[in-house]
């Protein structure tokens, strides 16, 4: 039986070969300590870059938005909820290019070339057919809640203003009238079926502080990346700039 | 001459000692992370008999407002957790070493057993093979636990993409009390772990590094004749922990 080994041994030492053994194991063993311990400091004392993290980490995180795009459809909803079960304290977490009173001449730009912008109102977007998501919205701080959001699907929105060719590229950026909030977004979750254009929450127009009269929902990403009060909307194949991946979040910050 | 026991493959010792600096930035980084909503407790009604985390924890660990950091952190550490966790399981499966890891019919009778003689009110252990019974039970433990967290952590990252997992977790906000309370279990572990490997001694801590260990009190020579019948049952000399 093989318990036997562990009452009998498998084999002898002499006291010198043990003490031999036991100095060599140890040497290793500290020497390989010290390694890990060198490869941590170099992870944590590397400096920043001007996104806020180190560039090993930022290497990573794109690495990681390069694999789970791969494994990402747009098939996958975020689970759908019934409106009953949506809270009505809508809870607010950010007003970063919010200041200040809206122009009351404020039209949504959309840039579709170079010198080409399409100016549209908010009653243009409300003829459009409405869509409403009722999701658990989920904050990158770690809390979520369900809310029920109505507006433009950007798909349809994409069709009926015609930017088909501008829905080719890989991000949309979005921009606030102020310019100090921007995210973008990848159009793959731009597309995905439960991403609006949205103007009304719990059935009512976006009040000031959920982003009157636009904002982005867009239930495949975290909460950083649901614009409120969307000025200008443009379309790129690079990256475009991102407010909270400038302070070192995940771009891609996909769920 | 020493009579000597292989007792951890070098494999084993590998992945055990890279698992602990990984495990401790998991968790740390997991705390950063925690930090910007930290809701958990344990009490009742408006009772709070804990909080997860009070604020000298966080003001003592320098934790606040590090949740990009820490962000990064996890997302990067994660794949040497898993990394490391698949190859162990892999190994210890194709290697035969589960053989002496995983709890069997005896176990959970003895594992009490063997409780009752560490808390020193036994005077006897049940004998043992390389692990006793509850060591198999709690190194078995922590693999499940392993499994859990990455389960519960990729319903968390990813609870759109991989929403049947997110679902098989009892949703996205049950799914991070899972988490939360595997981390948790894994400190416990790490406390008792730390004692009882102190309690066991060197040689047993010995071996984790040279992978041997010296049999103190080796039974009687099986060449010698034996008159009598040999007792059925072999008192265990404790080898270790």
């Not at chain 2, 990009?68 to 898993?82: D, P, T, V």
Request: hydrophobic share 45%.
């Amino acid at each position: 039986m093989k318990e036997n080994k562990y009452k009998n041994g498998n084999a002898r030492l002499s006291d010198r070969q043990l003490k031999r053994r036991t100095v060599v194991s140890f040497c290793f063993f500290i020497a390989l300590t010290c390694a890990a311990l060198l490869a941590l400091i170099r992870i944590f004392s590397e400096p920043a870059s001007a996104d806020n993290v180190q560039p090993t980490l930022r290497n990573v995180l794109q690495g990681n938005e390069r694999l789970f795009s791969k494994f990402y459809s747009k098939r996958r909803e975020s689970k759908p909820f019934k409106k009953a079960d949506a809270d009505t304290a809508v809870r607010v977490n950010g007003d970063v290019g919010m200041d200040g009173e809206l122009d009351t001449t404020w039209r949504l730009k959309v840039a579709r070339a170079p010198g080409d912008t399409l100016i549209i109102t908010l009653d243009d977007l409300k003829k459009l057919p409405k869509t409403e998501v009722v999701f658990d919205f989920k904050c990158v701080e770690g809390w979520s809640q369900v809310t029920w959001w109505g507006g433009v699907r950007f798909s349809d929105f994409i069709q009926k203003y015609n930017l088909v060719s501008q829905a080719g590229m890989n991000y949309v950026g979005m921009i606030t009238p102020d310019g100090t909030y921007y995210v973008g977004n990848d159009m793959p979750s731009m597309l995905q079926p439960q991403t609006l254009l949205c103007y009304e929450v719990n059935g009512q127009p976006l009040p000031q502080d959920q982003g009157y009269p636009l904002r982005l929902i867009i239930p495949v990403k975290y909460g950083i990346k649901h614009l409120k009060r969307i000025g200008i909307m443009y379309f790129s194949n690079v990256k475009p700039k991102d407010y909270w991946a400038e302070q070192g979040y995940d771009y891609y910050a996909g769920l | 001459m020493k009579r000597i026991v292989e007792k951890h493959p070098l494999a084993i010792r590998w992945m055990h000692w890279i698992n602990f600096p990984v495990l401790a930035m998991m968790i740390w980084s997991g705390l950063l992370i925690y930090w910007a909503n930290d809701i958990y407790r344990v009490g009742f009604g408006d009772t709070t008999l804990l909080k997860f985390f009070p604020q000298s924890f966080y003001d003592t660990l320098k934790i606040d407002h590090k949740l990009a950091g820490g962000m990064a952190l996890h997302f990067f550490f994660m794949w040497f957790f898993f990394g490391n966790g698949i190859i162990y399981v892999l190994y210890t499966w194709i290697s035969g070493e589960w053989r002496y890891l995983l709890p069997n019919r005896r176990s959970f009778t003895e594992a009490w057993l063997v409780l009752l003689h560490d808390l020193h009110l036994r005077k006897t252990a049940p004998p043992q093979d390389k692990y006793n019974a509850a060591q198999r039970i709690a190194y078995s433990s922590i693999i499940v636990m392993g499994f859990g967290s990455i389960a519960t952590g990729l319903a968390i990252y990813k609870p759109v993409q991989f929403g049947w997992l997110c679902a098989l977790c009892g949703g996205y906000e049950f799914a991070r009390i899972l988490h939360f309370a595997l981390t948790i279990g894994y400190v416990l572990f790490f406390v008792v772990h730390i004692v009882q490997v102190i309690l066991a001694g060197w040689n047993n801590f010995r071996a984790m590094v040279t992978g041997f260990e010296v049999i103190k009190h080796a039974p009687a020579a099986p060449q010698l004749p034996a008159p009598e019948p040999v007792p059925t049952e072999q008192k265990a000399t404790n080898e270790g922990e």
